[in-house]
């Protein structure tokens, strides 16, 4: 018993005077840190990365088995965390996001999740000196064209489709918008 505390103490000791803890000797990164403000809690990215962080939620007099979430947080961020009523949470995890320097990775499948290569933007609108707007096609093949109209306010006033022959261009017509967007092309549908 007694060696166990002196033990202990003398850990403490050494860890004052190096000026660490336990958990920075073993190169462990502190980014995630939990807080409770009232009935609600949120945990705080701290760090410069991206951090993908495992939360345990345990219920108060509840004999069943925790609760378990995993959530990416943005450098510098804050999360509200969705628990509600009495209990604990704690960061059971803490490690870089996918893809990130350190963060896990597919073994299956190591191409999951990445984009693919997209072929290049056949429709595009452009500008006129007059204020019009044209919606071209630079392509050799046919093409269907989504367009979306907004007000001055930004709300949505409504999508056209256009059916563009390879090389054509066609004027897009306002219908009261104050401006207009290109939303997607895809090949014509037979």
């Known amino acids: 018993m007694r060696t166990t505390v002196a033990l202990r ?21 502190l980014c995630a840190r939990m807080y ?28 069943g088995a925790p609760v378990m979430r995993t959530y990416d947080l943005q450098p510098k961020s804050k999360f509200s965390l969705p628990f509600k009523g009495p209990g604990r949470s704690r960061v059971t995890s803490d490690v870089p996001c996918r893809g990130d320097l350190g963060g896990g990775s597919d073994l299956l499948n190591p191409g999951k999740g990445q984009r693919k290569n997209t072929q290049k933007q056949c429709v595009y609108l ?7 707007v044209l919606l071209i096609n630079r392509c050799s ?20 489709f256009y059916k563009l022959a390879g090389g054509a261009r066609t004027r897009i ?13 895809i090949p014509c549908p037979s």
């Open 173 to 185: 017509a306002p219908k009261g918008a104050a401006r207009v967007g290109y939303l997607i092309d």
């Open 9 to 29: 103490l003398s850990t403490l000791i050494i860890l004052s005077i190096v000026g660490g803890s336990a958990h920075t000797l073993a190169g462990a990164p």
């Open 141 to 160: 093949r046919c093409r269907a064209a989504a367009v979306a109209r907004y007000s001055r306010s930004g709300k949505s006033l409504g999508r056209q």
């Open 36 to 63: 409770a403000k009232g009935h609600s809690e949120a945990v705080i990215n701290t760090c410069d990365t991206c951090r993908r962080v495992a939360i345990q939620r345990r219920r108060v007099g509840a004999s």
């Open 126 to 132: 452009q500008g006129t000196k007059n204020n019009k």
